[in-house]
Structures are given as C-alpha cells and as structure tokens.
C-alpha cells in the first residue's frame, strides 16, 4: 500500500515538473503572440496601411512590423524605406534552413541510433556519420548571420514603431525589449493606441475626403 502511493506521488510530482517546464512556456508564447499581433493589427489599421490582419500571419506579421516602421520614416523624413521587404526575406530564409537544418538533424540521429541498434557500425557508417555532422555544422554558419542580420533589421524596425508610439521612452523600450525579449509584446500592446511620434494629421478640407496624409505615396506595396 505504501509502495502503491509513493508511485502516486512520484507521478504525480514528475506530471507537475513535465507541465512546468512545457505548459507554462506555451502559455507565454500564446500571449505573446495574441499581444503583439493585437497591437501591430490595431497600430496599422488605424494609420491606414492596407492588410493589417497580417498581423496574425506568421512570418507574414514581420512585413507589417516593417510597413510599418517605413510609413514613419516616410512621414518623418521624407525616406522611401524597404524594411518590410528586406525583414520578410530574412525571415523566409531563416525558415527555410531551420527546416533544412532539422531535416539533416534527424538523418544524422536516425543513422547514428540505428547502426548501434543494428551492430552496423563500421568505419565507412562512421565516416557517413562525420560527414553528415560536418554539413549540419557547415549550414550553422550562414544560419547563425542570417538570424543575426534578421534580429538587427527587425530592432531596427521595432525602434521606429516604438519611437512613433512614444518617443519619451522609445529607446528604453528598445533596450529592455533586446535584453528582455518577453517585454517587447507589453510595451507594443500598452502603447498601441499613442501616436505621439507621428506628426499631426492635416485638417481635411470642408467638403472633400479627407486623406490619410500618413500613408506613403507607395502604399500599393505596404
């Protein structure tokens, strides 16, 4: 009886450890993600860009983030920016390796666990296995200065919204959100709805449309 609940209570503790470690990680990236798509999705439509409901896209959601910090600069200086573009590259290149990259993971410990499992392992599977890990290591590289350009355009970006947002506390935003990645949906969605670092719109003309003079003149590709 005693042995029966000691098993229990040993379930029961590894349930609560295996639940600390998945669930509560899990929850934080669902939140993070319904914040920051929240807030792009409620910052871009109220400045006019068109598809703000790429908000909630993954890997779409960086074109936004980059539409976004163009049409400021646009609006502010007068500059014709393709953050968007180069963020939304960037993006589908990491993508792309990450897959690649699993892919040649998984053929490695597939290899390596099935040649001990079978008594196969020879110099020349040995040699096999090297070779694959030398190409795992290989595509690291790129890998790893893909992300790193991905991360520095992607900040770059984020300054600019933040700055449009609230200028007062813009890089402190910027600096916590680098230091502190699970800042930066709090501060995007608390700040969502300021536009103190956007220039003040133009008074429409009495009985003409007025015109969202926020959006940039190339507005067909944000």
């Known amino acids: 009886m005693m042995m029966s609940h000691s098993v229990d209570y040993l379930e029961s503790g590894l349930w609560l450890v295996l639940r600390s470690l998945f669930g509560m990680p899990m929850l934080l990236s669902i939140a993070s993600y319904v914040l920051t798509a929240l807030a792009l999705y409620t910052i871009a439509r109220r400045r006019g860009l068109k598809n703000p409901w790429l908000a909630w896209i993954p890997v779409a959601d960086c074109w936004l983030l980059g539409s976004l910090s163009d049409q400021y600069r646009y609006v502010v200086d007068g500059q014709h920016k393709s953050k968007r573009k180069i963020l939304l590259i960037f993006r589908i290149l990491t993508a792309v ?121 190339q507005e067909d590709e944000l």
């Not at 290591?137 to 919204?161: E, H, K």
């Not at 449009?164 to 916590?176: E, I, K, Q, R």
């Open 97 to 217: 390796m990450w897959v690649s990259l699993i892919g040649l993971l998984i053929k490695l410990c597939f290899h390596a666990v099935g040649s001990v499992f079978w008594g196969t392992m020879s110099d020349e599977r040995i040699f096999q296995i090297l070779h694959q890990a030398l190409n795992l290591l290989v595509m690291c590289l790129p890998l790893i200065g893909i992300s790193i350009a991905y991360a520095v355009f992607r900040y770059m970006a984020l300054y600019d919204i933040y700055k449009s947002l609230d200028p007062a506390n813009c890089v402190l935003f910027l600096v916590l959100s680098i230091l502190f990645g699970v800042t930066e949906p709090f501060f995007l969605f608390f700040s969502r709805n300021k536009d103190d670092g956007m220039p003040p719109r133009k008074q429409p003309v009495v009985d003409t449309p007025s015109s969202n003079d926020w959006v940039d003149v």
